[in-house]
């Protein structure tokens, strides 16, 4: 069959509207990582969902190598083997064996502990048990030392010799309970944490959280938690550094032992149901938009974030100082708040003119001036759509 002449010339298929890309969960905030080990990977995963990432190491980890006193339990438990060995982490039950090597122990260490109760407290430790090429008792499956030490005392210690692998921070209820039920308990300090060579940065993180710059701080280990906090007591801002993590900054912790150190401060702390850094990612990317209404404003949808506002789901970055400016509307907004309320927000340098100059920097920013409201010898306000605002 012919093709008319006449047919018409081949048209380019219709292209569709595409979506906006959608905005990374944790763009325009800023999170601190306080963790010594593996803090790259959780600040990649962090900078992933868009966060603007502040690494201050909070501890640093004593290499096991150097460590004497590992070195001189490893002794002890060689020419005295253990009757049950507990292994609390994986990383902690490789790192002592493989420290051993360095000092030639490896070897009497694993025999010493063939014949041991060899008890691991969740699948990490059991494979670093297995890699060793010994096999584990029994692994509880919630991975809680408590359910590891009932276990035990159900089974009998009495007159046993039981070493426990500690990881980064004493267990004294745990060790204290073993001790009361007849054992002979050996702590073993796979790995110490003591204060970073380095604290500057770990001073301007708590400078930025007591200042408002920083919108969650993570933390991946109790002794992390209790360096901050130990920190900040040196330098006279311990007081000032709990107030803001109370009520400001984001206490996002891997676990709930992790987050012992803060809440013995009543710090409010938030963590995942499994205590992994991805998880605490995932829960972090949940609740820390939350924490920010979403206002409709003018016509458009507005939810402030630490250092931008998400409006009509477009990042707008805003400077520290107008983000107060714009902080302080948004805590009534519709309200109508004087130009005294806003001062605050600027600084003691700052006069009367400098609220003019910065709500007109903000409609500038915002990209429409509607949305802040100038109230005639009053103030200002926030725009909120009608039936939105308060009476």
Known sequence: MSTSAHSPPHSPPRTRPQPAAAVPPLAGFTVAVTAARRADELAA?????????????????????????????????IAEPADVVVATT??????????????????????????ARLIARGPKA??????????????????SSAEVLDYLLSTGVSGLRVAVQLHGEPLPDFCAALRMAGADVVEVPIYRWT???DVAPLDRLI??????????????????AAGL?????????????????????????????????????????????????????????EELPDRYPLLPVA?????????????????????????????????RPGQVRDRADLLAGL??????????????????????????????KRGYRLALDSGDCPA
């Open 90 to 115: 994986g990383i902690g039950f490789r790192g002592w064996v493989e420290a051993c090597e360095t000092w030639g122990q490896a070897e009497g260490l694993v025999s010493a502990m063939a014949n």
């Open 126 to 143: 059991k494979g670093a048990i297995r890699a060793a090429g010994l096999t584990e008792e029994w692994s509880p499956p919630s991975e």
């Open 229 to 285: 906090l130990a920190r900040a007591e040196q330098t006279g801002l311990r007081h000032p550094l709990v107030a803001a993590l109370r009520t400001g900054a984001l206490a996002m912790c891997v676990g709930p032992v992790t987050a012992r150190p803060l809440m013995a401060h009543d710090i409010p702390t938030v963590w995942p149901a499994r205590a992994r850094i991805g998880a605490q990612v995932r829960k972090l990317t």
């Open 347 to 376: 600084g003691g340098d700052a006069d009367a003119h400098a609220v003019e100059t910065a709500v007109a920097r903000l409609r500038t920013a915002l990209g429409d001036p509607k949305i802040i409201q100038t109230v005639v």
């Open 195 to 197: 204060e970073p060579e």
């Open 207 to 224: 400078d930025g959280v007591v200042g408002g710059a920083v919108d969650a701080v993570t933390f991946t280990s109790a002794p992390a």
């Open 45 to 77: 995963l962090l900078r992933r969902k868009g966060a603007e990432v502040v690494c201050a190491p909070a501890l640093r980890i004593v290499p096991l190598s150097d460590d004497q006193r590992l070195a001189a339990v490893s002794r002890r438990l």
């Open 299 to 331: 016509g458009h949808r507005l939810r402030l974030r630490g250092h931008a506002v998400l409006l009509d789901g477009v990042v707008r970055p805003i400077s520290p100082a107008l983000m107060r400016v714009l902080r302080e509307l948004a805590r």
